[in-house]
Every structure is written in structure tokens, then in C-alpha cells.
């Protein structure tokens, strides 16, 4: 299993060389990388065997949302790819976290993770979507969901790791994105936190991007990331996370 209160970079680039210019600059301080959608449909898997060449972690973000077949058959390729986690959503139901779970048998290196609610999503979007829970409601839902299916943990945001942290299994994984620094401008994500509350209320993993990716100084700020998260981890008291 992955270490744990580690920081995980997110590479939300356009191509290999742009993803790759930033690995080199964040050097052996960095040891995790997020590789999602937007650079694997733009680069292909050669990047994702480039970084682990590189002895780096990967989390391949894929959200998975398919038939169990299919599935089973994403996860087992990102399995012989060397990947170190690859989320799956949670919503799917649970013959396909089952699915996922199986298919990475074969991989112990591999984590399956479920994707419970994106972190752009409020109560709000939920009720649009037909769904009669609060955000907190549903991501609880479906953590229990895959804790059932044998998942190996769940993406949820740091806003909810706290109530998460109390009902899944102590060996479960919670990773955190949506995580920034304070004096980042507002985006898209509508739940978020920073690294030291993320680690303070019980996630196992936070997933940073704009706030590195955007730095003047991307080593810089991955220090001041990385001395936080150390800080959330010393032991101090969780405080209850404001109302999303």
C-alpha cells in the first residue's frame, strides 16, 4: 500500500513535455503523480511508462463509470501499466467496484479507488441530478458501498474525510482532492481545503495541481505543501470542517 500522507501532484497539461518539465523541476521531492484524463487522452500511456521509468508513483485518475466488463478491463490495463492507483466511480454500483476489485487482483501494487462525489459538486447538484441526499449523505453512501465491494479506498474531498475517517476501516485510503493553498484564487472545485486541514481531518493522500502546476516557483510551493502536510499529520486535534 502506498505511503501514507503523501502528496500527490496532479499533471493537468496538454503534453508529455509540459508534464515532464514539471517532474523535472519538482525532482526527488515529488514521488507521486496524478495523470487524469485531459494528459492521458492527450499524450497516451507512453507518458505514464515515462514517469514510472522514473521510479514515480502513479494515481491513474480515470473515473472509471462503464459496464463491470469494461471496466475490469481498464483496470487490469492500468494494472500491467505500473500503476500504483486508478479510481473508479463509486456510482457505477457494486458489481462494478467488484469488478475493478478483481481485475486488480492480479496487481498487488494496484489500488482501486471510488470515486464518491466530484468535489465541484454541491447539495444543490445533487437534488438537480434527482438524487434526495446531501453531499456529506452520498459520499457516506458510497463509501460504505465500497468498503462492501473490497475497494482498497475512496476519492472524496477533505471536507468529508473527517466524517469519513470515523466509519471506514483504519487501512482504508482516503485521497483528498480539491486541495489548495489559501491564497489561491477560487476555481471550479466547490469543496475544498487546504493541505494541513486535509491531512488534519484523516485523508491518507491529497491531490494538489493549480497550486503547484501555476507557482512561480513550483519546488517552493511543493515545500510549503509537503511542511504542512507533515504539521496535519503530528497528531493535532481535528477541528470540525466549515459547512461546504
Not at 63 to 87: C, D, N, Q, T
Request: with cysteine.
Amino acid at each position: 500500500m502506498p505511503q501514507k500522507n503523501t502528496v500527490i501532484v496532479s499533471l493537468d497539461f496538454d503534453s508529455a513535455s509540459e508534464a515532464l518539465e514539471l517532474v523535472e523541476q519538482l525532482g526527488p521531492s515529488a514521488q507521486f503523480y496524478k495523470v487524469g484524463l485531459q494528459l492521458l487522452t492527450a499524450a497516451g500511456p507512453t507518458v505514464v511508462r515515462t514517469l514510472i521509468s522514473r521510479d514515480k508513483q502513479i494515481f491513474l485518475d480515470l473515473k472509471l463509470h462503464e459496464i463491470p466488463a469494461s471496466v475490469a478491463g481498464a483496470v487490469a490495463a492500468a494494472g500491467a501499466l505500473g500503476a500504483s492507483m486508478v479510481s473508479v466511480h463509486a456510482s457505477g454500483g457494486s458489481a462494478v467496484l467488484r469488478a475493478a476489485v478483481e481485475a486488480a487482483r492480479p496487481y498487488p501494487k494496484l489500488n482501486v479507488l471510488a470515486l464518491t462525489v466530484i468535489t465541484s459538486l454541491r447539495d444543490e447538484d445533487l437534488t438537480e441530478l434527482g438524487l434526495n441526499s446531501t453531499v456529506p449523505e452520498q459520499v457516506v453512501r458510497l463509501a460504505k458501498l465500497a468498503t462492501a465491494a473490497g475497494c482498497h479506498g475512496v476519492v472524496a474531498s477533505a471536507q468529508e474525510a473527517l466524517l469519513l475517517r470515523g466509519l471506514l476501516p483504519a487501512e482504508m485510503l482516503i485521497v483528498a482532492p480539491g486541495t489548495q493553498l489559501k491564497t489561491d484564487a477560487k476555481n471550479d472545485q466547490a469543496r475544498v481545503a487546504t493541505p494541513f486541514d486535509a491531512v488534519r481531518w484523516g485523508a491518507s493522500h491529497i491531490v494538489v495541481g493549480r497550486s503547484i502546476s501555476r507557482s512561480v516557483s513550483p519546488p517552493q510551493t511543493f515545500a510549503v505543501i509537503q511542511a504542512q502536510v507533515d504539521e496535519g499529520a503530528s497528531g493535532t486535534a481535528p477541528a470540525k470542517p466549515d459547512a461546504h
